[in-house]
């Protein structure tokens, strides 16, 4: 479970850096 929500976030942060670029 832990790790399906790690994934989750690392996901997350990839499209927060993509939108800030």
Excluded at 1 to 21: A, G, L, Q
């Amino acid at each position: 479970m832990m790790s399906k929500k790690n994934k989750d976030i690392e996901v997350r942060i990839e499209e927060v850096k993509k939108d800030i670029k």
